[in-house]
């Protein structure tokens, strides 16, 4: 939710994927949109196990990933954060702010670090330990109830987290894969839907930093 990555992170899967059968390509591409925020790894193994059948899974993901990773953190050069993001960040402060993703964490760290976004956070996570692991850690380490702590996410995945937790939901429709949210969401407690950053940020009273666009620009 940091960056716009859905868009290359398909392109880095189809590079990923190079040689396989369109038709198995395809129906990956669906598992995955699907399934935002679910690990790379977790879904390269849907890919090989159930729908190629391979007969060594592990050296086939293992491979694959890597091919995945290449493509994608060079993609992330050129792609800027997500200002509205950024914002919501510097004004609840880094000690109350993490990053829990399905992406590579030493690869999402290096990514942080380059781009000096690192100090907004207290910690940047990401796989291969899962999202329900790396959150339930975070609320008992910092002696939060559920109940205090809010997910801001755009996947499925994010709201199983939440829902298996019983930490309220922020679903941001923006940059989402996930087709069903709205009619799923709609009517359920401790869940807000909103369509952008911006409505979020305007439903807080949080306005936009002059010096950080300027430094942003």
Not at 61 to 75: K, L, P, Q, S
């Amino acid at each position: 939710m940091i960056f716009d990555s859905n868009g290359f992170k398909l392109d880095a899967l189809r590079h990923a994927l190079v040689g396989y059968p369109a038709e198995a390509l395809s129906e990956m591409e669906l598992f995955w949109s699907a399934n935002g925020g679910m690990a790379r790894q977790t879904k390269l193994e849907y890919f090989f196990s159930q729908l190629l059948g391979s007969n060594d899974v592990a050296a086939e993901v293992a491979a694959a990933a890597e091919r995945f990773g290449d493509y994608a953190r060079r993609a992330y050069d050129p792609v800027q954060p997500i200002a509205a993001a950024l914002e919501l960040a510097r004004d609840a402060g880094s000690s109350r702010c993490f990053v829990v993703s399905g992406a590579d964490q030493t690869e999402l760290r290096d990514i942080f670090r380059a781009k000096h976004l690192s100090s907004l956070f207290a910690e940047v996570c990401g796989s291969p330990t899962a999202k329900l692991t790396h959150v339930a850690r975070i609320l008992q380490e910092q002696q939060c109830p559920p109940e205090r702590a809010v997910l801001i996410g755009d996947g499925a995945g994010d709201f199983d987290v939440c829902r298996r937790l019983g930490v309220p939901f922020i679903y941001l429709h923006e940059y989402s894969e996930w087709l069903a949210a709205k009619p799923t969401l709609r009517g359920l407690p401790d869940v807000l839907v909103f369509d952008t950053w911006q409505s979020l940020l305007d439903r807080l009273g949080i306005r936009k930093s002059s010096a950080f666009v300027e430094a942003a620009s």
